[in-house]
């Protein structure tokens, strides 16, 4: 049951939660419309902090499509904050206008602080640099969607693999599956941390090897998960450029890898994949997006206890 | 008959009018559903000039759970109010498209204004230091909801009772009604006005008295009303960090208290009400802001004359 | 068929197009209850890149009043367009959220650029200085309905006729219709671009005079489309007041016109048209904002495919 639970941690939900929402997502893709209804009454807050206009539109977006409404801020600015309310007030004000929150906050933890206080259920929508688990949740419906499985997999994650939060909570994710393989591909300056190498990769027997040359490597992959070379995590511009250019996916390494294969990114993308490979069957990118709707849908439907 | 009147100022309304809302508010909270959909095909505007994501969150929820829609801006920035156009024209040009207003506004009169030039409902919700009609009408429903009445009640109203508006309003509302009695409660900068005193207070015949001590009362009242010591109300901040101290009520504080006392507050609340009373089942001020809502449901459907 | 279309120029449509629209626009005036659940499941996304409350407004309450939802934002700080990504990738993105969209940008161009990507139809809400097509809809519209017809009118523009990017809209516009007159009224420095003179008004044989005193003509004419003269078109301030002022509507001038002109204005209006003129029953310019309202229902309406 996950009525009235929260979600701050990709791994708060057990791989069985974890189905259970899925099963709801698929039911939701096949008849959308049976579900039109099921949070009639029903009001999300959306409290973002910190601007994510993806991130809120994917949330709203799914509780008005099941019926729901949305009250909420999209900026610190526009909302009172600044009178030095602390995160357990206004979760507990909120609480008495709605009955489900989504959180996004530049402080890793204050999704956590919130949960604390809150009599309904509080979703982290990203934390700083920290978690984001409705991305991870995303990741995890395309791929199984697209491939009918979350195990036997070899799975490709390439870019920044040092700060790129999405790719540590997908990996973490994919651990819990079993026989999944994980090919890194990165600049030696960002490669995977090494306490996600031995508390995750190593402790669950995760077979990996890592890589400089996606080129190497895009033959031997089911899916290639790319990630954005953010600006901000380099010390000089010169840096930045070098690497950002080296894993730009184009149609000459997409000739190369599997007709099966699918590349996933979480968005924005800068110019990680150059547009020529939208077109391709194989991009899945947008496709990844509305399934991150519908995984919200099933997310909320599940919190608020309405299936 | 409230259709199509405004709501500027607390004591815009009849005490008969107010209890018309109460005994809707009443109606609502003992069964919201029947009221789910009342304001269907409706729309509310929300216009804030100024930010205060608290009476925002608790209007858009209103009207949201009647069943009516909201459309609005929560801050002058991402509004075009800088082109110029006149508070009249504005309301004109709203009412458009929206069937009631709500209006915040940094500038004292500008809902005010805004209401004469407009066909639809305008409710004021706090132009700069001057009035906060529907946190008086949340205040009287909360005292009226714990107490079963406005009348014969001892009233304490602690902190800084010279520039706070909330309290001066509810001091008149209060006043309106038979037999109260009220303890204030503040340093003696920041005392109640004289114009108070002489033209609300004495003019009614309101018994009060004036102390310094929080402790030496709290056993006296049946309502005490905490308000937060504004920084920006003072000089130089060692002022304010002595006087903002010497009225935080505790647990110690209430253990002096009435068991059937209870604790309202119009919140944001920064320490003036130490964290540890939360769970004292006479702190009410969480439940305050619940009514507020309740009460905006109900004053939104009379004024559309949907009820 | 207007379903699956963008609009994008105002001259994107035919006029049978129009009139179809206009047709829809009738049948929602006279039992818009008809019509308030024809949206139902749909999500319209207003992407603002610049504020522009009215239009923003009016977009929402048409979808809203059609029993849609909508997501957006309101101007740029509050999205995530800072992290650089491109209007295609965007659109791309919003489309898997929402059913249809609106944009308004201060770059020329970039609405066309988003319906090119965009698999959901895109409204153009203004682009820079470029086009405002669904300002021209409600102009053509708030005539038809005064008047019963597009053809055989005496239209006067006055006011800013040379950046006026809704009078050259609607000038293209009325082109269209036959026998049609325009009285173009402006100051030396404002008059109308040689290239509508000669690509538009000559080449469709429409007769047209060009004087400089409102007074002389208002007995002329059937509408008077009055325009704001904005400060920023000008170099110096002076020759801002002394333009601004001249050509202000107020009561003697309007007593010298027939008892059948209408006027209309865009708005805002700062002081165009004096106040004294708003009781006038001549005065057009609120109405005209009503059908702003009711013709964005028809556009989205027809756009959807649900009507």
Do not use: W
């Amino acid at each position: 049951m996950l009525k009235g639970k929260h979600l701050i941690d990709p791994m708060d939900f057990t791989t069985d939660e974890i189905e259970e929402i899925f099963k709801l997502a698929d039911q939701i893709i096949s008849c959308q419309r049976e579900f039109a209804h099921i949070c009639d009454g029903k009001l999300l807050a959306t409290l973002f902090y910190e601007p994510s206009t993806r991130t809120r539109f994917s949330f709203e977006a799914a509780m008005l499509r099941l019926g729901g409404q949305v009250i909420g801020f999209s900026e610190p600015n526009s909302s009172s904050v600044s009178k030095g309310e602390s995160v357990a007030d206004t979760i507990k004000t909120v609480g008495c206008y709605a009955d489900i929150a989504v959180m996004r906050h530049p402080k890793e933890g204050a999704p956590k602080v919130a949960s604390m206080y809150s009599e309904m259920p509080v979703i982290n929508a990203g934390d700083g640099g920290h978690q984001h688990p409705t991305q991870t949740l995303t990741d995890l419906l395309t791929i199984r969607s697209a491939k009918g499985r979350l195990n036997d997999l070899t799975i490709g994650c390439c870019g920044d693999l040092k700060f790129g939060r999405t790719v540590h909570s997908l990996i973490k994710a994919l651990s819990r599956y079993e026989n999944n393989k994980l090919v890194l591909i990165s600049p030696s300056e960002l490669k995977v941390p090494d306490y996600i190498k031995k508390e995750i990769l190593e402790k669950n027997n995760i077979e990996f090897i890592e890589v400089e040359k996606l080129e190497d490597v895009i033959d031997k992959v089911d899916i290639l998960y790319m990630t954005r070379v953010q600006r901000e995590r380099f010390f000089n511009e010169d840096d930045y450029i070098r690497l950002r250019d080296r894993y730009i996916l184009d149609k000459e390494k997409m000739n190369k890898a599997s007709e099966e294969m699918i590349v996933l990114h979480p968005l924005p993308r800068v110019n990680e994949i150059s547009c020529e490979v939208d077109d391709d069957p194989r991009a899945y990118y947008f496709k990844q997006a509305k399934y991150g709707m519908y995984v919200r849908m099933a997310l909320i439907a599940k919190l608020l206890g309405v299936k």
